[in-house]
């Protein structure tokens, strides 16, 4: 999580940062993100969300 911290401080710093969260379903890559979100919110950045499902197999 230090390193998304990070990230997100150089974010609101003026540098532009790309952090992809990848793994196997169940490994918590949703509770990382919202913890990032609420840190993100807690330094004044506007979080949006956005989903994508896969669809008959393939890949989204």
Avoid: F, N
């Amino acid at each position: 999580m230090a390193d998304l911290q990070a990230a997100m401080d150089r974010v609101v710093a003026g540098q532009g940062q790309l952090v992809m969260l990848a793994g196997e379903p169940g490994i918590g890559k949703t509770r990382t993100a919202q913890e990032l979100a609420s840190y993100a919110e807690s330094l004044g950045s506007r979080v949006l969300w956005g989903w994508c499902y896969e669809r008959d197999g393939a890949p989204p």
